[in-house]
């Protein structure tokens, strides 16, 4: 493979003019000539450059809507001779076959189309069939032939043909290559999703096709010895972290990404609830509340675990005001999420450099459907998500008592919770905030526990005469396999429960239900989170 190519003939068939006025000026300058098609040779046309079009250098006509232009031998016969091959030179050389030493290609808009809702015909008319032949000729053929795929590269192309009078290097060929094919794989697996998904309905397709373009790269992933990066779907995405706004602090690490996007997850199921403040820490919530303000949902949220909050993940459903800023900036916090914020609450936070503020413009839709996956030894795990809710589901009540409507609404609020704290998960909650979060144990019993002693951990720091688990309600994100994780939240003082139900011991769980005076929900449902 040569080193350095001279352009004499490109190719250049864009759906996104952008940048293209600097590039055909650039080949302008170096004597290029340029083929086109369509809108794109008019465009150039307009600008003022001298245009070709690929039907007078092929010989044959567009036709079929110009479903058919450039599959054509007079094309790929330009873009796949080998320049050091007898054979193919004259090849090329009978059949009048003249090289194309630079393609420069965007295709058509197919995910574009697809996320404004068009109808399925024209979602059929932009699956590009001879742009992607092209960029693969091309890229195939990378010791001859430069392909640019993304307008970035005008720029780096365009300096380089200034810089050694008109040739591309072999090392931004090859570049260039590898980004090309690329962007057609991820432009195919969008065609194939779409078709899974969208247009057959598949919940599980045969080929599971992800396609990700990194859109920063981490310092490290969780620890420091492992590199990361952040990945973003091609085309478009589910509104979330992965699209927040950071309008300041240090870049987000890798725990950041995974920690910001469980408080956000949590934060959602509360989107059109009053306003709502959660505490994440390690991937667990350790505070959460809904009050009047977001100032009272947070100093609630915080009140169940100050040692924990600090250093924590901050999620809110509404607008960052100035009071819960200032509140918030009262001990350190690596990451804030919002919809949005305030000029007093911006003014704030401006103080502390290092605090990250994400900005999402909303909340996503806790109830959307999609699939999570988790890589394992050998494959991946993939399952929907977990878009359950108590609404719609057949509550039942299995005890003698029935629940207050204030057990009734902290019952809700502490299940809400659960489902986003790791199991084993036990929630104790009350007058809209939780008391005790009890997370990621072996067994039941002992979460229960541990809920229990960080609420009286939190009333002992905070001076009140009883911690919040009296009175309470108690979440289980699965069954009671035995009545002593129920006992123990007896002991801590709740008198409501909600739970799955589905054990052999159910009878025995009621019976100790029944002899405490509790009232209990079956759900029917589990949430369990590893």
């Known amino acids: 493979m040569p080193d350095a190519v001279k352009v004499t003939r490109a190719l250049i068939s864009v759906s996104d003019k952008t940048g293209l006025a600097d590039l055909a000026q650039a080949l302008d300058r170096h004597g290029v000539e340029i083929l086109s098609t369509g809108g794109t040779a008019k465009h150039l046309r307009d600008l003022g450059h001298v245009v070709k079009d690929v039907s007078d250098h092929t010989g044959f006509p567009e036709m079929m809507d110009g479903r058919v232009k450039t599959l054509h031998p007079m094309i790929h016969g330009g873009l ?3 320049r050091d091959h007898p054979e193919h030179v004259a090849a090329m050389t009978e059949h009048g076959i003249g090289p194309i030493d630079l393609v420069v290609v965007n295709l058509y808009p197919f995910a574009q189309t697809v996320a404004r809702g068009a109808e399925r015909d024209e979602v059929i008319e932009n699956i590009d069939i001879g742009g992607p032949s092209m960029v693969r000729s091309a890229a195939k053929n990378h010791g001859f032939v430069a392909i640019v795929t993304d307008v970035m590269d005008y720029a780096p192309l365009i300096a380089e043909l200034d810089g050694s009078d008109g040739m591309t ?3 931004l060929r090859k570049r260039l290559a590898a980004k090309a094919f690329a962007h057609t794989a991820a432009y195919d697996s969008t065609i194939a999703s779409w078709f899974a998904f969208a247009d057959q309905g598949e919940g599980f397709p045969e080929s599971l ?8 790269s981490l310092r490290y992933g969780e620890n420091p010895h492992q590199s990361a990066s952040f990945y973003a779907p091609v085309g478009p995405a589910a509104q979330g972290i992965g699209q927040a706004r950071q309008v300041q602090g240090k870049e987000l690490s890798y725990n950041n990404y995974n920690d910001a996007d469980a408080a956000l997850d949590l934060v959602s199921e509360f989107r059109d609830a009053e306003p709502t403040v959660v505490i994440v820490k390690h991937a667990n919530p350790c505070g959460v509340a809904s009050a009047a303000t977001l100032a009272e949902a947070y100093d609630a949220a915080f009140a169940c675990d100050t ?4 250093g924590g993940i901050i999620a809110l459903n509404r607008t960052l005001d100035g009071a819960t800023a200032k509140a918030i900036t009262g001990i350190f916090t690596e990451v804030v999420v919002a919809p949005d914020a305030d000029e007093e609450a911006l003014a704030l936070f401006a103080a502390k450099k290092n605090l990250r503020l994400l900005l999402t413009g909303g909340l996503p839709d806790p109830s959307r459907p999609g699939l999570t996956a988790k890589s394992i030894t050998g494959g991946w795990l993939v399952q929907s ?3 359950g809710r108590l609404d719609g589901l057949d509550l039942k009540v299995v005890t003698k ?3 207050t409507a204030q057990e009734l609404i902290d019952c809700r609020f502490a299940w809400t919770v659960a489902k986003h704290v790791k199991s084993n ?3 104790y909650a009350k007058d809209g905030a939780t008391a005790g979060v009890g997370a990621g144990q072996m067994n039941r019993l002992e979460s229960a526990r541990i809920a229990a002693w960080k609420a009286k951990d939190a009333a002992d720091k905070a001076g009140w005469a009883t911690p919040r688990t009296i009175g309470s309600a108690v979440a289980s994100d699965a069954f009671f396999p ?3 994780g129920l006992l123990a939240a007896v002991e801590a003082g709740a008198t409501a429960v909600i739970q799955p139900g589905g054990s052999i011991r159910d009878e025995e769980v009621i019976a100790a239900a029944d002899a405490a005076g509790l009232a209990m929900i079956f759900t029917g449902m589990r949430h369990f989170r590893h």
Do not use: E, M, Y
Not at 209 to 216: T, V
Not at 307 to 310: E, I, T, W
């Open 80 to 82: 796949l001779a080998l």
């Open 169 to 171: 290097s072999l090392t």
């Open 209 to 216: 096709n992800l396609s990700l373009k990194r859109g920063q």
């Open 307 to 310: 040692v924990s909050a600090f």
């Open 385 to 387: 998500r977990d878009n």
């Open 401 to 403: 008592r029935q629940p």
């Open 425 to 427: 998960a036990i929630v």
């Open 482 to 484: 035995f009545a002593d």
